[in-house]
């Protein structure tokens, strides 16, 4: 059996590859590009492959790198809950959670299964709500939190692009559903406080001209179940209607998508990293996400 390459070098790559760039993965694991560039050349080396390839400014991974990626990822998740078994066979562990409302409802409780069937000693207290965690009194872990990824003194993962469309149950007006913006802004609108309906027409090429009436709401889990009872055209989000299209309760009425600079971040003090815990429901949270 051929020597494994270090633990190290290999948790370099892995982050490497998920950021497709040298500079971000230094960011992530606070050490210099330089650093991260070595450890790749001489991984590189001891396999004899190209790992990586430069496209732009990216350093996009091979489909040799890809494979590999999968089987240290899959490595990596195992030892870290071997390890943490064994530091948390007289009690279990826990982890408290902070994200919005939505994101818990419709994005992570219809996912947990699978982490506690994977984790059954990680115990996880979900706490949804508005107000940021500050992870210093209120006792959070980890949060997914929504924005541009620069908070001060934490640690931020991407997750998840996000973009917005409309969408409705399709039983909606008796299964007869608006084809274009025109015939969607005749129809009965649910108001998200906290979205746009005009950015999206506008961006969709219809210009406003009177504002928009309809049902509002400041709890968009509410406005998206009023979605899927039939109760008009919601402005849904990329990140969470994927599982209510699939399932049929709500359909896509338009191609076109509302595009922001946010994205959904897994996020913590950099140093609760050492936590073997926290860093099993992130790795996770990372593999759910790329599973759409």
Known sequence: MA????????????????HGSYSE??????????????????????????????QGNRMMPTPAALR?????????SELGAAL????????????????????????????????????PNINLHIKSGQPLAN??????????????????GLRAIKLLDEAFFPVCS????????PKDPVAMLAGPLLIDRNLSW????KSAGLTLDRDIAGTSFTDTNALMEAAVMGQGIALGRKSFTRADILA???????????????CHYAVYPAASESNPALRAFRDWLIEEAQRG
């Open 3 to 18: 020597p494994l390459p270090p633990l190290e070098t290999l948790r370099v790559f892995e982050v490497a590859c998920r």
């Open 25 to 54: 993965a230094a960011r992530e694991l606070n050490v210099t590009h330089s650093a991260v560039s070595q450890r790749i050349r001489q991984l590189e080396e001891d396999l004899g492959l190209t790992l990586f390839e430069r």
């Open 68 to 76: 590999l990626q999968a089987g240290v990822r899959g490595a990596f």
């Open 84 to 119: 943490g078994s064994l530091q948390t066979r007289r009690r279990d562990a826990e982890l408290t959670v902070s994200l919005l409302p939505v994101m818990a409802a419709r994005w992570l409780v219809p996912r947990l299964s699978r982490f506690t069937a994977r984790y």
């Open 135 to 152: 992870f210093k009194s209120d006792g959070v872990d980890i949060a997914i939190r929504f924005g541009t990824g620069d908070w001060k």
């Open 170 to 177: 399709p039983s909606l007006n008796g299964g007869r559903l």
């Open 198 to 201: 005009r950015a999206w027409f």
């Open 248 to 262: 049929g309760r709500l359909v896509r009425l338009s191609d076109h998508s509302l595009r922001v600079a946010y």
